[in-house]
Nanobody, 131 residues
């Protein structure tokens, strides 16, 4: 069965770090765009980062740029979101998503943040940053 399984998250103090993992089962990320979204209570979902293994490019929303890093392992089966210098406003449920990138040249901030393009979704993980 093709699915994404998330791990990581939890409670951390302001300025702390966490790493989220998103493991693919039944497929690899070689030809996929993988994204991280988050949703805080009462707010809309926000696409915060994504990467394309075909184009070897990544994207970060302004709210996380310089603090978060997206990467994957050599086997292209697990994607990570390293989150540093966390702030209370980073508190949210974080989701990873992926969809197959069939052609090169489509990677952009708009592509990354369009949740309707994503075929696979992780189960979500809570990140809470205390003040």
């Amino acid at each position: 069965e093709e699915q994404l399984v998330q791990s990581g998250g939890g409670l951390v103090q302001t300025g702390g770090s966490l790493r989220l993992s998103c493991a693919a089962t039944g497929f690899t990320f070689d030809d996929h765009i993988i994204g991280w979204f988050r949703q805080a209570p009462g707010k809309e979902s926000e696409g915060i980062s994504c990467m394309s293994n075909i184009e070897r490019r990544s994207f970060y929303a302004a709210s996380v740029e310089g603090r978060f890093t997206i990467s994957n392992d050599n086997a292209k089966t697990t994607v990570y979101l390293q989150m540093n210098d966390l702030k209370p406003e980073d508190t949210a449920v974080y989701y990873c998503g992926a969809f197959r990138q069939r052609i090169a040249g489509i990677f952009s901030a708009y592509t990354c943040k369009d949740a309707s393009l994503y075929k696979y979704w992780g189960q979500g993980t809570q990140v809470t940053v205390s003040a």
